[in-house]
């Protein structure tokens, strides 16, 4: 096993798995999808139940094809949009470390995403039994760029917080 190949490998069995238990758990976790429906709400995520769906899909479907190695970079892509997302409506003006709310997880997640654009999903993927091999600048920066343009995109079109609140005045 080559080293990027290895490297490529380990990465995805971290990311993937993980995003996809996110993803699973604003549907099947202690507080189900009413839950994660509620969250997004007090967010500013409008209308709530419709991203509550989306951001629990997306995380599983793009937790499964980093897992599988499938069509790269668009499932960083996905992990680096709904990072972008969740530190500009959960995670902004907390500071850097997640105990205390701060951006450190999503920044870290985003990044891994992006870096595993540029070294390729390796030898031992979906991508490379159909012979694409995607790696290198070209698809980290791609992903980096549809991530954080879908995220713009949304937050423009959907991010409402109630006047007053961090998210709001937190600039």
């Avoid at 899909?57 to 190695?69: K, N, P, Q, R, S």
């Avoid at 490379?128 to 980096?144: C, V, W």
Wanted: charged share 15%; hydrophobic share 50%; proline share 5%.
């Amino acid at each position: 096993m080559k080293g990027h190949d290895a490297a490529a490998l380990v990465l995805r069995a971290t990311l993937g798995p993980m995003l996809f238990a996110h993803g699973w758990n604003k549907v099947a976790g202690p507080g189900g999808l009413g839950g994660t429906t509620a969250w997004f709400d007090a967010l500013g995520l409008k209308p709530a139940e419709v991203h509550a769906r989306m951001a629990a899909g997306t995380e599983m479907a793009a937790g499964v094809g980093i897992a599988l190695g499938a069509a790269s970079p668009l499932p960083a892509a996905a992990a680096v949009g709904l990072m972008t997302v969740a530190a500009r409506t959960d995670h902004r003006g907390k500071g850097f470390f997640v105990f205390k709310g701060g951006w450190e997880y999503v920044g870290v997640v985003g990044g891994a995403a992006v870096a595993l654009a540029a070294l390729g999903n390796g030898r031992y993927s979906l991508d490379a039994l159909a012979g694409r091999r995607r790696a290198g600048a070209k698809p980290a920066l791609l992903a980096a760029a549809l991530g954080t343009a879908s995220a713009a995109a949304l937050l423009a079109v959907c991010y409402r917080p109630e006047p007053g609140t961090p998210q709001e005045t937190d600039d």
